[in-house]
């Protein structure tokens, strides 16, 4: 395949190329309540082409080898529109060359798993919601994704990596008279199949969980203080604070890059966030980017200070830091973005119960349920929920959206448990999808967020 | 393709081929620099096939190998999905002028001088951050079945986004232009977006309760979202539809109609055909108040007993199609947006929203993040809120209407007007 990629980025007259090619297998099965409505395996591929000509970075995107030339043309023209439109020509940070080969270590390739084997464990899965009287509807589904890059460059640079992703998952949907309540369940990461094994008590645990939702009460609106489970913790790490720490969403935002400059006190003193895509075993897991960066772990805040951010080669020569690795594609029909890989609050010393007693009277919120961000604003929903009264658990309650300032939000957290957890399943929009960006924390204790209930 | 069908054929299956391929050129604007210049080509090739009533399913980038197409779609039956239904036989379909020839003359050039033109006159009246994306896109469908159905078509489309972003937040005021080639931003474009930002630029309090609130054509989707949720025929059959068993009731306000509208070629994106060969048409979801239909495709159709409303379409070549509205299109009422706005006491505009994926969806519950409130007051956009947000649920919103803007815009939630709400739950910290 490098052959077939140099001969293509041979034509080039940029100072710089890169060419990705990939082929995306992926098998999917889905159900509906009882009902199997998709199964199936297929392959497809595609190229992508990035040319820095004269100061301007162009990508294009395409699937037919006979299309190469006309691309990598139309790419150097944009290029070169780029360049006599920027004040500011584009710079690549440097980097090493490498000439590697990388496969993950799994336990159980998903490719030798029979696509039998596969329904069959979805299918017994499904089966456990749905032997609940109340419980409607599942969309629960089985999802492989793997993806088998080629890498190269014009500065020596020859990679192929495989990431291998395996996920269970869905909603489970149950209704008593007109109030129809849903709860998320999910499982999977980048080591293997065996991971998706003996979940039967997760679809259990997630289904009584939802029949009690039946019967909570709707959150009122208002502004509270909250104590927030691991997932939330990690959701509002990746919504609230991680998206600002990517060098591309700030690099042209003069309002927010000259509040997330290196050294700027944003949290309060416990407060320390790591992005870690080496970390082996989780979701984000990967060896280089798809810019053919090794990825390294980067320090994102200190004891409430900030102290680095993520990079592509791009942003890390316009900001004037250190590269770290950190620029990804969902697939061959994208150019990278700079994404998240493990993103977490490290874990601080305080136990649930301290942190409960501390709390007092508040809400204790558990699990997301989507989150967005906008600028120094975020919302993301929780799964549920319970009213402390006196650091004891009172009701629990549904239908729970919170919302908040970054900013305010990093300086009211008064708390970080001792109970680190990474997510098992991601799936980041930027433009296009992440399914590997991990996200992971503690229990964290937030003052005055407001909640909106219905 | 052909030669699939013939495969599929020789093999005992009926079958459908569905192929999309296009280009498209993308540029982008960030506070008022140049950013990016990025191009895709791409194309794709996706059989179904129906064999004793189990359907199968394959799909591929580069239709390399056809057998092995086909023998991917072939093993996908052995799971055992139903297809009880029967590829449709779709002929003589009214012609829909979809594609403008003067698409191929706009060059990415031309595209970076409205950016810069628009930036540039913008700046004149006002200094913001400005984002501008413009992009031209030219698709090309073809649907062939083993019923005899051979379907076409070619469509073209333009868009442009520009955002006003506040600063501290990348809250953002927007509206989009789109057609099926070049239209050059008018004044009524550029004047709506820097009045409307100029007056809400400054950061204001207000306090939380029960108010008038306007949803933008931009915004809508947030409500829009649960509505097709419930008017799906997936949501019906599921048994998750609050609508279920409502045709013919007024369940909405009397100023609400939403049709699906997939006929109408004077905007980009019309359609003759869904993704799966049916022909499309007009019809209510939402007339005056009163839930009309419930939207199908084959599959839920044949499941429900009834006919496909012609809405099965494909996210991609990857995926099967599912029931969809694409087409939205609600019918404006008699007030300006300046009318609707001078009817406000106190009350909020909602610029953008955070969070509408989450929370009870086939509820029709909402609550989402408001970026940015703008804050009205006596008939008067005064400033914005920071930290709002606005909760409550379709079936009560959409009964409470004061008026629906006389004029719709194109956005990604359909062709829609604004529309004045009364009696929204807004919390503000």
């Known amino acids: 395949m490098f052959y077939q990629l140099k001969q293509i980025l041979s034509q080039t007259t940029a100072q710089y190329a890169d060419i990705r090619y990939e082929i995306l297998g992926e098998t999917r099965i889905v159900f509906n309540g009882k009902e199997l409505i998709h199964i199936g395996t297929n392959s497809s591929d595609g190229f992508v082409i990035r040319v820095l000509k004269n100061g301007g970075l162009s990508s294009i995107a395409f699937t037919k080898l006979k299309d190469a030339s006309k691309a990598l043309k139309t790419a150097e023209q944009n290029a070169c529109l780029l360049s006599i439109n920027s004040k500011k020509p584009v710079e690549f940070a440097k980097t090493e060359v490498y000439k590697d080969s990388f496969s993950p270590v799994l336990k159980e390739d998903p490719r030798n798993i029979t696509i039998d084997e596969k329904l069959d464990l979805l299918r017994k899965y499904n089966d456990i919601p749905l032997s609940y009287e109340k419980v409607i509807t599942t969309n629960i589904f089985y999802n492989e994704v793997i993806r088998e890059k080629f890498f ?13 992703t395996t996920s269970i998952g869905g909603l489970i949907t149950a209704k008593e008279g007109s109030l129809i309540q849903n709860i998320r369940v999910s499982g999977g990461g980048s080591t293997g199949f065996s991971i998706l094994r003996n979940r039967e008590s997760e679809f259990e645990n997630r289904t009584k969980i939802l029949l ?7 959150a009122k609106g208002g502004i509270y203080n909250v104590l927030i489970n691991q997932d939330l913790a990690g959701v509002f790490t990746h919504e609230a604070f991680g998206h600002f720490s990517e060098a591309d969403l700030i690099e042209d935002f003069p309002s927010m890059r000259e509040k997330m400059q290196i050294g700027a006190v944003l949290g309060t003193e416990i407060l320390n966030i790591t992005d870690d895509p080496t970390i082996p075993g989780q979701l984000g897991f990967y060896k280089y980017d798809d810019e053919g960066v090794l990825a390294r772990p980067v320090k994102l805040m200190k004891n409430g200070i900030l102290s680095g951010r993520l990079h592509s080669r791009r942003t890390a020569a316009a900001f004037k830091e250190n590269i770290t690795g950190h620029c990804v594609a969902e697939d061959y029909r994208y150019a990278p973005i700079i994404r998240m890989g493990n993103i977490f609050i490290e874990p601080g010393d305080k136990k649930l119960d301290e942190m409960l007693d501390s709390l007092g009277n508040g809400l204790y919120l558990l699990d997301a349920k989507g989150g967005q961000t906008s600028g120094e604003n975020f919302t993301f929903g929780a799964q549920y929920g319970y009213i402390i009264k006196d650091g004891k658990k009172a009701k629990m309650i549904r239908d729970i959206n919170i919302s908040g300032n970054l900013y305010q939000t990093l300086k009211n957290i008064s708390a970080v448990g001792n109970d680190l957890v990474f997510c098992e399943t991601g799936g980041c929009g930027k433009g296009q999808l992440n399914i590997r960006s991990c996200h992971g924390g503690p229990h964290i204790l937030i003052k005055e967020l407001v909640v909106g209930g219905v | 393709m052909e030669e699939l069908l013939q495969i599929a054929q020789k093999k005992g299956c009926k079958a459908e081929v569905f192929f999309s391929e296009g280009y498209s050129d993308i540029v982008s604007f960030e506070d008022s620099k140049l950013k990016n210049i990025d191009s895709k080509i791409l194309s794709g090739i996706s059989l179904r096939i129906i064999k004793d009533n189990k359907l199968g399913f394959a799909y591929t980038r580069n239709l390399l190998n056809k057998e092995e197409l086909v023998n991917n779609a072939l093993k996908s039956l052995k799971g055992g999905v139903d297809g009880f239904f029967e590829f449709p036989l779709t002929q003589n379909l009214k012609n829909l002028d979809t594609y403008s020839p003067d698409i191929e003359d706009i060059s990415n050039n031309l595209l970076v001088e409205e950016c810069k033109r628009l ?11 400005i984002n501008v994306t413009a992009q031209k896109t030219v698709n090309s469908l073809r649907l062939i ?3 005899g159905t051979e379907l076409s078509v070619i469509s073209s489309s333009y868009a442009l986004t520009t955002e006003l972003v506040y600063p501290y937040s990348s809250a953002s005021l927007y509206r989009v232009i789109a057609g099926k080639s070049f239209i050059k931003a008018g004044d009524e474009y550029i004047n709506f977006l820097t009045e409307n930002y100029g007056h809400s630029l400054k950061e204001v309090k207000a306090n939380s309760g029960r108010m008038k609130v306007i949803f933008l054509p931009e915004t809508l989707y947030v409500l829009m979202w649960r509505l097709q949720t419930a008017a799906s025929s997936n949501s019906l059959y599921q048994n998750i539809s609050p609508l279920a068993g409502r045709i013919g009731e007024k369940v909405f306000d ?6 699906n509208d997939p006929l ?9 055909f869904d993704d799966e060969g049916v022909q499309c048409r007009q019809f209510p979801i939402v007339e005056k108040g009163i839930f009309r239909n419930f939207y199908y495709d084959l599959y839920f159709a044949e499941r429900l007993k009834t006919d496909s409303t012609g809405n099965g379409f494909r996210a991609s070549v990857s995926s099967k199609p599912s029931p969809a509205l694409r087409h939205i299109y609600i019918v404006p009422g008699d007030k300006s947006f300046s009318d609707l706005i001078q009817s406000i006491d106190k009350g909020i505009i909602v610029g953008g929203a955070l969070g509408a994926h989450s929370g009870n969806i086939p509820n029709g519950d909402f609550s989402i993040g408001i970026s940015p409130a703008i804050y009205v007051e006596n008939g008067n956009v005064v400033g914005h809120i920071k930290d709002a947000m606005a909760a409550g649920n379709i079936y009560e919103t959409l009964t409470n209407i004061i008026d629906v803007e006389n004029k719709t815009y194109i956005s990604h939630g359909g062709n829609c007007p604004s529309i004045l709400f009364n009696e929204v739950n807004v919390i503000i910290k």
Do not use: H, M, W, Y
């Not at chain 1, 190269?152 to 291998?164: P, Q, R, V």
């Not at chain 1, 009690?212 to 709707?218: F, G, I, P, T, V």
């Not at chain 2, 930036?119 to 951050?129: H, R, V």
């Open chain 2, 264 to 272: 109408n070629d004077s905007i980009p994106g019309a359609r003759a």
């Open chain 2, 254 to 259: 009397e100023k609400f109609t939403v049709f």
């Open chain 1, 212 to 218: 009690e939702l039946l019967k909570a009460e709707q």
């Open chain 2, 145 to 147: 079945n083993t019923s």
């Open chain 1, 152 to 164: 190269l460059n014009t500065e020596g640079t020859e990679i192929k990596e495989d990431l291998i």
């Open chain 2, 119 to 129: 930036c540039d006159t913008i700046l004149q009246k006002i200094s913001c951050q």
